[in-house]
């Protein structure tokens, strides 16, 4: 493989082209800066991505002439930009967003990705990220890439040629880092009442963080689970190492962990270099209901902002302020719910770190609904679970009250009576 300076890569950015930006710990950052070189003789440009890793420093209030933000997914480095104006968020499923490259909807001029060193066959690998990104390329006029050692060569869908690559830099930067926070007290609490609505067999969809580890945490004892997920991180491997998943029981790619990106440690890199057991696909493979439900007892393990007493669940924004984005959230509902002996399931605390309730009344003004009441079958809390699913607006509203807050219950059950008359 030939390579340029990265000055020389990006001389190919034009004004009032659309760059696509390479997803989660494969974000291009050596790419991203050249290009930022260039911001004096570059206007009206306009990158799009999901969810990204590190500092985006196109998105400063300062070069909103030069470059613009157009997220499918609001991450704590995108969301000034989104909530002052500076930037833009697309809600969209992440099972269609190929979707919008693929019918020109969001034609691309030119892809900046990150890739492992070619093989001896010549290919490269998309490393931890497929999700998005291989859509992308296909539907790019150009192709610039980060060629770095440090991204670890996975098995599926994630390989590109190296003649497909139109400038190619060489990079030897750590692959970013995401740590989690050993769970609280309150987060064991969830992870037991969701660990107990799971059966052996399950397949699970599951994200990142202290909810999701102490869930993890509470299945040690279980057998022969299986994994299809849009994202894993650390949180697998000792369920790994233990043998409980096994994937015996998925029909979609049985015995495969199956993802499209991966966020995590070094440890989880290492975990998923060249390891056949793991397979990264498009999330429009990953997140499609129609695959999500041939899985049987399919387990989607899902968090949300707040859930009002019908069943409406927010999970992307705070009333008006853009928090993060639609996702996967809504693909894996669905694809649970119809599964054979699946489970669509709302994990989320109480309250906030303020002590607000998030069990409310009314979610707040300007909020979206990620996931309708008509999608939701069961919200857990530190305080137990509701199973919402063929349940009236009044039944409803005594379950999700008996799993909020004692402090706020008093509250919830007299908004509750000026709305529905009982209690």
């Not at 990220?129 to 994630?158: F, K, W």
């Not at 015995?255 to 990264?280: A, E, H, L, R, W």
């Not at 992307?316 to 984005?325: A, H, L, N, R, V």
């Not at 399931?345 to 409310?360: D, F, M, N, R």
């Amino acid at each position: 493989m030939k390579f340029v300076t990265p000055e020389e890569a990006v001389s190919i950015i034009q004004s009032g082209q659309r760059i696509f930006i390479h997803s989660v710990a494969m974000t291009p950052h050596r790419l991203i800066d050249a290009m930022m070189k260039r911001s004096n003789e570059l206007h009206d440009v306009e990158l799009v991505h999901i969810h990204t890793e590190g500092h985006l420093p196109y998105c400063d209030a300062k070069y909103k002439k030069n470059f613009h933000a157009n997220t499918f997914f609001t991450g704590a480095n995108m969301r000034e930009s989104v909530n002052n104006g500076t930037g833009d968020y697309v809600p969209v499923f992440l099972s269609e967003i190929d979707l919008l490259f693929k019918r020109k909807i969001l034609p691309l001029d030119v892809a900046m990705i990150q890739v492992s060193p070619p093989d001896t066959h010549g290919y490269c690998s998309l490393g931890p990220s497929v999700d998005v990104t291989l859509s992308a390329i296909e539907n790019s006029r150009y192709i610039l890439a980060e060629c770095n050692p440090q991204v670890p060569r996975t098995h599926g869908d994630g390989a590109i040629h190296y003649s497909r690559i139109h400038a190619a830099i060489e990079s030897n930067a750590s692959i970013h880092e995401v740590n989690v926070p050993a769970p609280t007290e309150t987060e064991k609490k969830i992870g037991q009442y969701v660990a107990g609505l799971i059966e052996d067999g399950s397949t699970l969809q599951l994200g990142i963080g202290g909810v999701v580890n102490s869930i993890l945490n509470e299945l040690s004892q279980h057998k022969d689970l299986g994994i299809h997920t849009e994202m894993f991180s650390d949180g697998i491997l000792p369920l790994v190492e233990k043998g409980v998943i096994t994937g015996k029981f998925k029909k979609v790619l049985p015995n495969k962990i199956t993802s499209s990106f991966v966020m995590g440690t070094q440890k989880i890199y290492d975990f998923i270099n060249d390891n056949p057991i793991v397979n990264m696909k498009e999330t429009c493979f990953t997140n499609d209901t129609s695959i999500i439900r041939r899985n049987p007892r399919a387990i989607a393990i899902n968090s949300a902002i707040e859930v009002d007493i019908t069943g409406q669940v927010c999970a992307d924004s705070i009333g008006t302020f853009q928090y993060s984005g639609v996702g996967g959230q809504m693909d894996f509902m669905r694809g649970a719910s119809l599964s054979e002996g699946g489970k669509p399931i709302i994990a989320l605390s109480s309250t906030t770190s303020k002590g607000e309730s998030k069990i409310v009344p009314w979610l707040k003004p300007g909020a979206s609904v990620t996931t309708t009441r008509a999608h939701v079958h069961y919200i857990v809390t530190e305080f137990g679970v509701a199973d919402l699913y063929g349940k009236n607006l009044r039944q409803r509203a005594k379950s999700l009250i008996q799993i909020a807050h004692p402090g706020h219950r008093e509250w919830l059950e007299r908004e509750a009576y000026y709305r529905f008359k009982v209690f």
